[in-house]
Each structure stands twice: as structure tokens, then as C-alpha cells.
């Protein structure tokens, strides 16, 4: 099974994302239940959980929370279909992602092999537990939609968390990394 390292923005960054979600997802009746917005730092073929706890904790101890810019949109065309907020691949964000992935796969992980190629991304919807569908179209006009909101902001991102790839948000939860407060 694949697990995800994701983080996780802070209550007021979140919520500031979240309508523009609902809006998308209500509109083309998406979801059920809406996916938790996250951003991607590594995905990790069936490692041992208690191993990379331990190293992803040490990698994060001295990090303390931190600040990403959010800006604009960017689509991943079929067979995707996924409308994102992008975020821009400097700071601390990408410092993290590069370390877990350069520590994962010198401790043997099965990580992705070139992480300069992995566009930083929110996703806001997609095809991923939807629970219908949409057409080449409907993406289409929701991508364009979405980027003419033209949605420049700074997120705080406060914890980092290690998930199941399943849509129930009591069960994918794995562990939960804070990180220290200013």
C-alpha cells in the first residue's frame, strides 16, 4: 500500500481554501464527502510504518510552523481531470520535501525517484472518491474558472501527516507531526 506525507494548513488558511472548494465541488456534485485539503510532500510504497515515523519525526523536529505562497491555479489534464491551487516550490516546503525524500531513499524507501519534476499542488477536486465522474468539459470550464479567480495567497502550514490513501478522515490518518509553534 502506498502512504502519503502530506501537510496541512492552520484553521484561517484552510477555511480561505476551503469555499473555493465547495464552490467547484457543489457545483459539479462531486463529492459526498469532500477530500481534506493538503499539500503533497512524498508518497511511499509500503514502508515500514515505525521506521519512518521515526526518521520523518526527526526530520521535522526543529521545523517549526511556516508559511507557503499559494499562487494561482494549475490543472493536470486527463486522465486527472484535477483542478489545484499551486504552490510555489521554495521555502521551507520544498526544503522539507527534498530532505524526506533524500533521507527516504538513503534509508531505502521506496520513494519517487526525481522530486525537481513534482509540481507542489493543492488539490480542489478531481476524479479521485468522487462519487460521479465529471466530463472532459465540466473539467475544462472548472479549470478555466478557477484560474481567472486568479488566488494569490499566503498559507500557514502547522502539522505534518503521515495518511492512508482512503477518503474517511478517522481512519487514513496514520500519525500527526506538529510542528512548534513561532
Not at 41 to 60: A, F, R, S, T, Y
Not at 99 to 122: A, C, M, P, T
Request: proline share 3%; with cysteine.
Amino acid at each position: 500500500m502506498r502512504y502519503y506525507l502530506v501537510a496541512l494548513f492552520n484553521k484561517d488558511s484552510y477555511s480561505s481554501i476551503e469555499e473555493m472548494q465547495k464552490s467547484i465541488c457543489r457545483k459539479y456534485k462531486l463529492y459526498k464527502n469532500m477530500p481534506v485539503l493538503h499539500i503533497t510532500l512524498e508518497v511511499i510504497g509500503d514502508p515500514d510504518i515505525e521506521k519512518l515515523n521515526k526518521i520523518i519525526g526527526d526530520i521535522l523536529k526543529p521545523y517549526k510552523k511556516f508559511k507557503v505562497k499559494i499562487n494561482g491555479a494549475i490543472c493536470f489534464d486527463p486522465p486527472y481531470k484535477s483542478v489545484n491551487l499551486k504552490i510555489e516550490n521554495k521555502g521551507y516546503i520544498i526544503r522539507i520535501a527534498r530532505q524526506v525524500n533524500e533521507s527516504l531513499k538513503l534509508h531505502g524507501f521506496d520513494v519517487r525517484e526525481n522530486i525537481d519534476n513534482w509540481d507542489l499542488h493543492v488539490a480542489l477536486a478531481n476524479t479521485n472518491f468522487a462519487s460521479r465522474q465529471w466530463s472532459s468539459k465540466e473539467y475544462v470550464t472548472a479549470c478555466e474558472n478557477t484560474k481567472n479567480l486568479n488566488f494569490h495567497k499566503m498559507g500557514i502550514i502547522d502539522r505534518i501527516e503521515l495518511w492512508k490513501p482512503i477518503n474517511n478522515k478517522k481512519d487514513m490518518v496514520v500519525k500527526t507531526f506538529q510542528l512548534r509553534e513561532f
